[in-house]
């Protein structure tokens, strides 16, 4: 870790930072504090902030206007070994340097040369002229198609921050500018969100588990369903404390029995020295039903709970046994789809029923065609296991993310700047332009079927006709699947706006790319702990923009005041006006709490995180113990009041590919289904080193690329008969598309299945020809486009396969990890 510095830099000072009054302790018996203990200054001549991303908190360390190291924050107790990358991130040779126009466009105006994006021949321009570019084009399109032309749903994951929440910034300022096409749900849990509000009541996938502590006293078999905490945990949305390693460790020194139920044998399963279960991937449904079979027919279930808590399970035994089908679900049935021994699953049905069981799932199992089924059917096998409500029983869908589970402080919630900023007096009818809604991942189909008519969730409605996307805070290019589909979706596009901090393949796909400036280049504040919410962060800026960039904010403003809407976007308000007003209505709300915050200026200044305490009701949460405990009064949020498991509300929706309860569908290919053509699943997990493709472009790569590429697992066996060895490189292929890998062989891997990380970048060896070979390893040219279902419309990131082969002759150099043509003027 070259870029740390740490216990071996001797040139680093141990002496506390002063503590005045101001830094020291407590302010209150049930005050915030601004934590003091342990943190260190840098040398004379040196400066160290602290400041964080979604890695965690950190400290940076400045020399000459240059960060120069960086390290973590002393109370993290689990520091991401990914934060070189993030230092590197700053000063990679894939920084976007200066406002760019390709030649194209800039020549010939909007729409010109379609089929040439991605080519890299990009124009370097003033920001004045690139400005007035960008707001005169979003008048013309407004005027000319009206807002419902403009698609602003940018989606993906920005850098956390109240105020340059970049994605909220550009709704703003197309809100202010008369409306534009926006999304809904998200890549994470498309599926999962949509269909458990109908099961629950509630969207759940985002919402505190019962808390780390309880489990460690009452769990006696934690069952990871699909889920590898000890890598993911790494991230938040916000930025995380990683209270959840903290939470495994108890876990792990109590001695608690774990099952990993996984195609691969991933670092929990190694942390925990756990049970493996490797199914074929794409069949857990088929697996629980058998649990569940076993659970109804040797009178394990819990009828009790069953009667009171649930409604619909009378309705969902018919098919469970196969009365209604002519198929019991029976473990038989199961082992035959999914490959895990009929024993195995009839054993598994008798432990999780004699033992306080969690059942904790991740999500890549709803991240799959008719991924819907997964979430639901985890929740029916936890109804009849009955434990739902009970100090370590029931199911977590939170335990792998963004460290949930760990207890929640008592502090106010921070707010931060809103997409829907009132326009201007008199300029209402702005707003009447009316804003739609997509489903987040239809971006495609949206493209390619202007005026179509699809279904989601209930509701039929019609795609938009888009002219203009405008993209900040993501990498569709990376995170959309069927790559080669969307190259040619991507040419209907009059004009496509990017704005990065780095040449992602989606910045080499705009027509006008805006460099913006990184988390540590501009002022913000965020929280600390997603569901912690432990402290609040002033992340103040470290070093000045670097080359041109730009703050997202001040880009916004700018296009807007050349629209007319200045004031109505910032409301007059610069960064730190903003972020004072922020901290402001936190420090109101904790006074509603009997706590007292320190003034603003003594908090920015203090180069220390604010904490709230964490109290012990908190530590003792259990998810869904009023519902347990009074089913009356705490009913949840379905029509029933009650968990669902037939929902009448789906069944008068009347969707073919959602029926009214848990049921196991084949998905449109996997291992071993009946009209499958090519013999390899690709599981596309999240990867350990990056943050989907964020990172890709820093140094991290070296510690994990093969032969410069990006690497696929892969079984001895599988690799074998195909004369391949360890370390080769491959070509992966479907119809869908090709790619160029790596190949780590290892029996970590079950047959059949290999894994290529989403997040590689995108590298066609012919731009913008679909089709092209990808020379780096862009997981998303194998995938599939669909959606889960008409119900939920998710993605299917998950659902690819593909055959392999080794590449003979001599293999193209990678070249995406350069600027492109034009882009480092
Ligand atoms: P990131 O690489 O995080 O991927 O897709 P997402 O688009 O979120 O991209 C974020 C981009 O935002 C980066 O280019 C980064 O530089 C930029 N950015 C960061 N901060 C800022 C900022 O402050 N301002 C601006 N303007 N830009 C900024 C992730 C998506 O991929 C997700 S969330 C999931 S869960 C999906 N997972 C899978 C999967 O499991 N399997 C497959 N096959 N595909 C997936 N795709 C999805
Ligand atoms: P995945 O890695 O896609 O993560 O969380 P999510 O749980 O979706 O999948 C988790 C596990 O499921 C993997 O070990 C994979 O092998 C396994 N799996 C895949 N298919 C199947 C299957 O069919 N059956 C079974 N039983 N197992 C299967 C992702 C979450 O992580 C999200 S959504 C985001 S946005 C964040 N992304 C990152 C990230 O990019 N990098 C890191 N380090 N951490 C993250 N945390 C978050």
């Known amino acids: 870790m070259s870029n740390e510095f740490g216990k071996s830099d001797t040139n680093i000072s141990r002496r506390r930072f002063i503590q005045g009054a101001l830094a020291a302790g407590t302010l209150g018996s049930t005050g915030a504090t601004l934590l003091a203990s342990g943190a260190r200054s840098a040398t004379a001549g040196s400066r160290e902030v602290l400041t964080g991303s979604h890695w965690g908190a950190f400290y940076m360390r400045v020399d000459d206007g240059r960060v120069t190291?960086?390290?973590?924050?002393?109370?993290?107790?689990?520091?991401?070994?990914?934060?070189?990358?993030?230092?590197?991130?700053?000063?990679?040779?894939?920084?976007?340097?200066h406002p760019m126009v390709r030649r194209a466009w800039l020549e010939r105006g909007p729409g010109a040369d379609p089929e040439g994006r991605g080519k890299g021949d990009f124009v370097r321009v003033s920001w004045e002229k690139a400005l007035d570019l960008v707001a005169a084009e979003l008048m013309r399109v407004r005027k000319k198609h009206g807002p419902t032309s403009i698609f602003g749903g940018s989606y993906g994951w920005k850098s956390p921050g109240k105020l340059h929440n970049c994605q909220t910034l550009l709704a703003r300022a197309l809100t202010v500018n008369g409306g534009f096409v926006s999304r809904s749900g998200d890549y994470s849990t498309g599926a999962a969100q949509v269909i458990l509000?109908?099961?629950?009541?509630?969207?759940?996938?985002?919402?505190?588990?019962?808390?780390?502590?309880?489990?460690?006293?009452?769990?006696?078999?934690?069952?990871?369903?699909?889920?590898?905490?000890?890598?993911?945990?790494?991230?938040?949305?916000?930025?995380?404390?990683?209270?959840?390693?903290?939470?495994?460790?108890?876990?792990?020194?109590?001695?608690?029995?774990?099952?990993?139920?996984?195609?691969?044998?991933?670092?929990?399963?190694?942390y925990f020295d756990a049970e493996w279960l490797a199914p074929r991937p794409h069949t857990d449904v088929?697996?629980?039903l058998g649990i569940?079979?076993?659970?109804?027919?040797?009178?394990?279930?819990?009828?009790?709970?069953l009667a009171r808590y649930t409604t619909g399970f009378d309705r969902f035994v018919p098919y469970l046994t196969g009365e209604s089908d002519g198929v019991a679900k029976n473990a038989e049935w199961a082992a035959g789809i999914c490959e895990i021994p009929a024993d195995t699953i009839r054993d598994l049905a008798r432990r999780f029923a004699s033992k306080r069981t969690m059942l904790a799932a991740g999500w890549s199992i709803q991240r799959q065609h008719h991924g819907e089924q997964s979430h639901w059917m985890l929740v029916t096998l936890a109804s009849m296991l009955g434990q739902i409500g009970l100090p370590g029983g029931g199911y977590g869908f939170t335990y792998h993310y963004a460290n949930g589970g760990s207890p929640t402080a008592t502090g106010p919630v921070l707010p931060g700047i809103v997409g829907g900023a009132k326009p201007p007096p008199g300029s209402e009818w702005l707003e009447a332009g009316g804003t739609e809604t997509i489903p987040v991942s239809r971006i495609v189909e949206m493209l390619e079927n202007p005026g179509k008519p699809y279904d989601f969730n209930g509701k039929r409605s019609k795609y938009p006709d888009i002219r203009l996307a405008y993209w900040v805070g993501g990498n569709p290019f990376m995170h959309h699947q069927d790559r080669n589909r969307m190259i040619k979706a991507w040419r209907k596009l009059d004009t496509f706006i990017v704005q990065d901090f780095q040449w992602t393949a989606t910045a080499r796909h705009a027509d006008i790319v805006l460099p913006c400036t990184t988390t540590y280049e501009r002022n913000d504040i965020e929280g600390i702990g997603d569901y912690s919410m432990s402290h609040i962060l002033a992340m103040r800026k470290v070093v000045d923009p670097l080359f041109e960039a730009r703050d997202d904010y001040d880009i916004f403003a700018a296009i807007c005041e050349r629209m007319g809407t200045g004031k109505a976007f910032t409301e007059g308000r610069d960064d730190m006006a903003w972020i004072r007003t922020f901290y402001e209505a936190a420090r109101v709300q904790a006074r509603g709490k009997r706590m007292e915050m320190p003034v603003f200026d003594v908090f920015w200044n203090s180069n220390k995180p604010l904490a709230f305490p964490i109290g012990e009701e908190a530590k003792g949460y259990i998810r869904h113990k009023e519902f347990r405990d009074d089913p009356l009064l705490n009913a949840l949020?379905?029509?029933?009041?009650?968990?669902e498991i037939y929902s009448s509300n789906i069944a008068r929706m009347k969707y073919d590919d959602c029926p009214p309860h848990p049921t196991w569908m084949e998905p449109l290919e996997r291992l071993g289904g009946p009209t499958t053509r090519y013999p390899l699943h690709i599981d596309s997990s999240h990867p350990g080193s990056?943050?989907?493709?964020?990172?890709?472009?820093?140094?991290?790569?070296?510690s994990y690329a093969i032969k410069g590429r990006e690497p696929c697992l892969m079984h001895p066996e599988d690799a074998k008969i195909r004369g391949i060895a360890d370390g080769d490189i491959v070509r992966v292929f479907n119809d869908r598309g090709q790619?160029?890998?790596?190949?780590?062989?290892?029996?970590?891997?079950?047959?059949?299945v290999i894994r290529v990380c989403e997040g590689g970048w995108y590298d066609p060896a012919e731009p913008g020809k679909p089709g092209t070979l990808c020379r780096y390893g862009d997981v998303n040219n194998l995938t599939t486009g669909i959606g889960t279902s008409k119900l939920a419309q998710?993605?299917?990131?998950?659902?690819?396969?593909?055959?392999?082969?080794?590449?003979?002759?001599?293999?193209?150099?990678?070249?995406?990890?350069?600027?492109?043509r034009g882009g480092d003027a």
Not at 690 to 702: E, I, K, P
Not at 739 to 752: E, H
């Open 637 to 643: 949020g379905t029509p029933s009041g009650r968990i």
């Open 292 to 305: 569940a079979h076993t659970l109804y027919t040797e009178k394990l279930h819990d009828a009790k709970f």
């Open 69 to 97: 190291g960086v390290r973590p924050w002393e109370k993290d107790p689990k520091p991401s070994h990914q934060l070189p990358g993030v230092l590197d991130s700053m000063y990679s040779p894939t920084r976007i340097r």
């Open 690 to 702: 990056r943050l989907h493709s964020q990172l890709c472009g820093t140094v991290l790569r070296g």
């Open 794 to 820: 998710g993605n299917c990131g998950h659902t690819a396969m593909a055959d392999v082969e080794k590449y003979r002759g001599p293999a193209p150099a990678v070249e995406v990890f350069k600027a492109p």
């Open 739 to 752: 790619m160029l890998v790596g190949v780590r062989l290892t029996d970590d891997i079950r047959r059949g």
């Open 286 to 288: 088929a697996m629980m």
């Open 197 to 270: 509000p109908y099961v629950v009541g509630s969207i759940d996938v985002y919402e505190q588990p019962t808390a780390w502590p309880v489990l460690a006293e009452h769990t006696e078999l934690m069952v990871f369903w699909a889920a590898d905490p000890m890598v993911t945990n790494q991230i938040g949305w916000q930025v995380p404390d990683h209270g959840a390693y903290p939470g495994m460790e108890a876990l792990k020194s109590k001695g608690v029995k774990v099952i990993c139920i996984d195609p691969v044998r991933t670092d929990t399963r190694r």
